[in-house]
């Protein structure tokens, strides 16, 4: 019996710590309703290279951006390919295929992400929360290595960051300033049309 028990206590002993291990490996996330929690899974996003899943955690204006984009380019790479000549069609659909491809916001972001170099500047200065600072709806996400992140709480309680929502909405603008030059261009070339 002893030498049941002498066999047996180290395996009981392995078994605690490696459960223990695993448990301090594998802490969950701090809730998306914190921008801690949001930050997180942004940073876990572009560790495991899926950008597409830190769509989520950009703030609101950023989402509606990138889905503008999306049906703006839509609307114009269908209005070329049905009224622009064949000659002057081609270099405009290569240019936004993939804008217009996408099945929605989240993938026009990854596509402008990657493009742009965007999550190549969050792989490099990703790092751990050291402070959070929040007024009201707003916050800032201060890291180990002094980089700082604003976040704007979102009305569904989830905090999205603010980095990218200029660009996006500068290219949604300019998305639509194109269909509007396509559209009346489309106009012309079906005037012509015998």
Same mark, same amino acid.
């Given at each position: 019996?002893?030498?049941?028990?002498? !066999?047996?206590?180290?395996?009981?002993?392995? &078994?605690?710590?490696?459960?223990?291990?695993?448990?301090?490996?594998?802490?969950? !996330?701090?809730p998306?309703?914190?921008?801690?929690?949001?930050?997180?899974?942004?940073? !876990?996003?572009?560790?495991?290279?899926?950008?597409?899943?830190? %769509?989520?955690?950009?703030?609101?204006?950023?989402?509606?951006?990138?889905?503008?984009i999306?049906?703006?380019?839509k609307?114009?790479?269908?209005?070329?390919?049905g009224?622009?000549?064949?000659?002057?069609?081609?270099?405009?659909?290569?240019?936004?295929?993939?804008?217009?491809a996408?099945?929605?916001?989240?993938?026009?972001f990854?596509l402008?992400?990657?493009?742009?170099?965007?999550i190549?500047?969050?792989?490099?200065?990703?790092?751990?929360?050291?402070?959070?600072d929040?007024?009201?709806e707003?916050?800032?996400?201060?890291?180990?290595?002094?980089?700082?992140?604003? %976040?704007?709480?979102?009305?569904?309680g989830?905090?999205?960051?603010?980095? !990218?929502?200029?660009? &996006?909405?500068?290219?949604?603008?300019?998305?639509?300033?194109?269909?509007?030059?396509?559209?009346?261009?489309?106009?012309d070339?079906?005037?012509?049309?015998?």
């Open positions: 019996m002893r030498r049941w028990l002498l !066999f047996a206590l180290p395996v009981v002993v392995a &078994l605690v710590v490696a459960v223990g291990a695993r448990s301090i490996n594998h802490r969950p !996330f701090p998306d309703t914190t921008p801690e929690g949001a930050y997180a899974r942004i940073a !876990f996003s572009i560790e495991q290279r899926r950008p597409r899943d830190a %769509f989520a955690y950009l703030e609101t204006e950023a989402q509606w951006a990138a889905y503008t999306l049906e703006m380019r609307k114009a790479y269908d209005r070329v390919s009224s622009y000549p064949p000659d002057q069609r081609a270099a405009l659909l290569s240019s936004w295929r993939d804008e217009a996408g099945p929605d916001g989240a993938d026009v990854a402008l992400a990657a493009q742009r170099g965007w190549g500047r969050l792989d490099r200065d990703l790092s751990g929360v050291v402070h959070v929040v007024r009201g707003r916050a800032t996400v201060v890291t180990s290595r002094g980089t700082r992140y604003s %976040f704007r709480r979102r009305d569904n989830i905090w999205g960051m603010t980095m !990218f929502t200029a660009e &996006l909405q500068a290219e949604a603008e300019r998305a639509t300033r194109d269909l509007e030059v396509v559209n009346r261009a489309a106009e070339y079906d005037r012509a049309k015998p």
